[in-house]
DNA sequence: CATGGGATTGACT
DNA sequence: GTCAATCCCATGC
């Protein structure tokens, strides 16, 4: 695989959403000790109705119409943390969110925070992954252009575009219809399989 | 101030 | 396959 790059300026995080979700697959995202090969994101975009940013400038959502490069964790269902990554330029709500990884280093930290797991289950899913690196609410926020706990170095090269397929996102009902999930072709530390037929 | 829904997971039928 | 857990926050009265 390719090199690991420098940490991205501001400029790089200001990508149109779908291209910066295509573009961190084959990243590496590290917290807190741990770290995993992003192999699965989905994008969000305040135009579609699937996207927080979409009722437009709130508490909850004014650090997507941030700058790019921000962490963006809120909690679901109640239960989990999940981990988006702002994008576009600022004024703009669009995030990509991680929902997958290969994990790489600091498995046993891993399993200590997910409980007895086998490795496939320790990072395939977005509350999974949050909880097995350590990502928190308190991680809202956090300018991944700056040293910190988060850290996400892309591949010098990008990835191959060829091993990268776009499917409808996961668990959504509004907006379902748009390709906007994109995973590493074949992964086996994917949150579901690739759907064969495409819609 | 009360209510309802959600970008999920794990346990169970 | 079904379903509850549990909390943040947007919305409405």
């Known amino acids: 695989m390719s090199p690991a790059a420098a940490r ?10 779908l291209d910066l979700a295509r573009e961190l697959i084959g990243a590496t995202l590290s917290c807190a ?29 004014h650090v997507l119409f941030g700058p790019p490069g921000t962490a963006y964790v809120y909690r679901s269902y109640g239960i989990h943390a999940l981990f988006n990554v702002v994008a576009e330029a600022e004024g703009v709500g669009a995030a990509v969110l991680v929902r997958a990884l290969r994990p790489v280093a600091g498995l046993e930290a891993m399993g200590a925070r997910r409980g007895r797991v086998g490795p496939r289950e320790l990072c395939s899913g977005p509350g999974k992954l949050t909880q097995a690196l350590g990502i928190e609410l308190p991680d809202n926020g956090a300018d991944l252009t700056r040293p910190g706990r988060i850290e996400i170095r892309p591949t010098a090269t990008g990835p191959d575009q060829d091993a990268v397929v776009a499917a ?14 994109f995973c590493l072709r074949g992964s086996p530390w994917l949150s579901r399989p690739v759907p064969v037929a495409p819609r």
């Open 168 to 181: 409808p996102r996961i668990g959504i009902i509004k907006a379902a219809e748009l390709p906007w999930r």
């Open 33 to 61: 000790g741990s770290a995993g090969v992003i192999v699965e994101t989905e994008a969000y975009h305040d135009t579609e109705a699937a996207c927080h940013a979409h009722i437009g400038l709130t508490r909850r959502t």
């Open 8 to 17: 991205p300026p501001r400029a790089w995080w200001a990508r149109p959403v």
